[in-house]
């Protein structure tokens, strides 16, 4: 049931609607108090849309559904915990951890960017919670600032809104030829129709971590089609804020998705510079696998053979991966 009072709502005679705190494409966030419990919460409502059809407003709260089951079956500190879900009318409401704090978007938007060592911080966290979403064969897809929560007081970054997740056997909900996510921080291999997979969501951290560090995507356009052609096609110049996390940076914003940098790969040079101040260098060997979508680029053309050693010599170092 849904009791309307004096500026709040009660829903399933449980939940106390009290302020609006978020909204998005997917929904918006109340904060509200748990009336059983006597404790606070994050209710997430989806909105009505009159327009819809009545298959359309089904798959929108099948989409609902996914996301709390998605997050539900997966336990990380940095990952938004799911308490209960509940319905009304056909329409669902996820009650949530209540995070204290704003967004990164919103801590980017005030105090500008993020310092070297504070957006390393954000990524180990960040990437120790996809590790465990991927292992699970959730992909989040839509990886951004205004989808990590920060903390207040403790700094703790969270990982939230997994409205557009896509889960290991679960029917894809959008339409063929559809399109979700957003532009800024979406791989190109989705760009291209070529697939998704966990390295999509590496690639979103990447740009994240770009964003976070210069306060602008790298891939910010005036239009639509500019974002796709500079995400599928224009050369990538990380912020030069980026600094010693250059060689992150890099090597998860790398178009093939076989020579991305993977998640422990790049959560161990993440930590590597927390601890060392030093720039991480990336690991060995390089991994390259043909990827459909891929151009090569001249570092992947094949160069003539020098002389060979002489005799004794010691062997030439691995070329580093840029």
Not at 51 to 74: G, I, K, M
Not at 187 to 202: C, F, H, I, K, V
């Amino acid at each position: 049931m849904v009791t309307e009072g004096d500026d709040f709502r009660v829903i399933a005679g449980r939940y106390r609607l009290e302020a609006r705190i978020g909204r998005g494409g997917m929904g918006i966030v109340w904060r509200a108090t748990d009336q059983l419990l006597a404790r606070q919460v994050a209710v997430k409502e989806l909105p009505f849309d009159e327009t819809l059809s009545a298959e359309e407003a089904r798959q929108q709260r099948d989409r609902t559904l996914r996301e709390a089951r998605a997050v539900a079956q997966l336990r990380h500190p940095h990952v938004i915990v799911v308490h209960d879900i509940v319905e009304q009318d056909e329409r669902p409401y996820i009650v949530m951890e209540l995070i204290d704090g704003g967004s990164l978007a919103d801590r980017i938007a005030t105090a500008g960017p993020v310092t070297a060592d504070e957006a390393a911080r954000i990524g180990v966290a960040l990437l120790s919670a996809l590790a465990t979403a991927h292992a699970a064969g959730v992909l989040h897809r839509d990886i951004k600032p205004a989808n990590v929560l920060l903390e207040a007081g403790t700094g703790r970054a969270v990982l939230t809104d997994f409205g557009i997740a896509q889960v290991a056997g679960a029917t894809t909900l959008t339409e063929t030829g559809s399109f979700v996510g957003s532009p800024e921080y979406t791989a190109p291999e989705r760009m291209s129709g070529s697939g998704t997979g966990p390295q999509s969501d590496l690639w979103s951290l990447g740009a994240l971590l770009c964003t976070a560090l210069s306060g602008e995507s790298p891939f910010r356009r005036d239009s639509l089609g500019g974002i796709l052609h500079a995400v599928v096609m224009d050369e990538i110049r990380p912020p030069v804020q980026a600094g010693p996390l250059l060689p992150v940076v890099r090597g998860l914003l790398e178009r093939d998705p076989q020579r991305r940098l993977t998640a422990a790969e790049a959560e161990g040079m993440l930590r590597g510079y927390l601890e060392s101040g030093r720039t991480p260098q990336q690991p060995q060997p390089v991994r390259h696998i043909p990827f459909a979508s891929y151009s090569p680029t001249q570092r992947d053309v094949p160069q003539p053979a020098g002389p060979p050693p002489a005799p004794g010599s010691p062997e030439p170092a691995p070329p580093l991966r840029s």
